[in-house]
């Protein structure tokens, strides 16, 4: 696996690097996924992704969780029509150049999400995977993880599992080294996304956090300096609602995985700034003050 090193985040550091957009109009991005009534999390925290790298964010909710810093206590599934309505909303007025999903709750959501990304065909789709809970415990049973493979990976440009997702996703154990997420991360790919970023931030042996990038035409292993800090509700949420904001400015995948591993590093190394509720609070989405931290 080829490697490919992000420059090191440090606490005091307030930019990233510009995005390679060329675009004067601001980019549309649609988030598909879960409210988080904490905010740290869901659809919270991908709208604050999405604005603070500089696009216009857009929403569909999918279920309605009663959360907070310390954990889920209850899960609402969205109707069937009202997640369709949702999205024929959005999609017949907005020009939505990427949508990032989140999640998704049951099979049945799942496939009226299907129909409608192959109905509308936006230019960019990034799956972030949520299926398993911070206890452990999977939030999709067995049929909709099945339907979510069959129907909707396969569309993907990227999907970004985090090790026990990827673990749902294959059937494996969960990886317990960077050997064993390189077997993992070739089972993801012949699920049919074009890219995959498996996501290493449980192996907690390690100084830095190591991440898995597959590619149509390479690999690499992208490097991420960890930070002493309990506040990480909401990174996998950021980082993949980052890409899909990068991917709507034009950049290319490489690119906007680059961009979105900078941004989540710099929102991590600030998070105890915030200092939100008494559990796992949020990261820091404006770390560099209010308005587009690019």
Do not use: W
């Amino acid at each position: 696996m080829k490697q490919h090193s992000n420059s090191q985040v440090s606490p005091s550091s307030t930019q990233i690097p510009e995005s390679q957009s060329s675009s004067i109009n601001t980019p549309i991005v649609l988030t598909i996924a879960g409210s988080d009534s904490g905010g740290g999390a869901g659809i919270q925290a991908d709208i604050k992704a999405m604005s603070a790298t500089g696009s216009f964010a857009c929403s569909v909710i999918t279920a309605i969780t009663s959360q907070n810093t310390q954990g889920v206590s209850a899960i609402f599934p969205i109707p069937l029509d009202h997640v369709a309505s949702q999205l024929d909303a959005v999609f017949t007025d907005l020009n939505i150049v990427a949508v990032k999903v989140g999640m998704l709750a049951d099979a049945q959501i799942i496939k009226v999400v299907a129909d409608k990304i192959k109905q509308y065909q936006p230019k960019h789709l990034v799956i972030d995977p949520v299926m398993v809970a911070t206890s452990g415990d999977l939030l999709l049973e067995n049929a909709a993880i099945t339907t979510l493979k069959q129907e909707l990976i396969p569309l993907a440009d990227i999907i970004t599992p985090n090790l026990p997702e990827g673990a749902a996703l294959t059937g494996k154990a969960v990886p317990e080294s960077e050997a064993e997420m390189q077997g993992m991360i070739e089972d993801l790919r012949a699920l049919g996304a074009k890219a995959v970023l498996l996501k290493g931030g449980h192996l907690e042996k390690d100084e830095n956090s190591n991440d898995l990038l597959i590619l149509p035409t390479t690999s690499a292993l992208i490097s991420a300096k960890r930070f002493p800090t309990k506040n990480t509700h909401g990174t996998g949420c950021t980082l993949s609602s980052a890409i899909a904001s990068f991917l709507a400015q034009g950049n290319t995948l490489t690119q906007a995985v680059d961009l979105g591993k900078q941004y989540i590093s710099h929102a991590i190394a600030h998070a105890d700034e915030l200092q939100i509720g008494q559990g796992h609070g949020p990261v820091n989405h404006f770390f560099a003050g209010h308005g587009n931290v690019r």
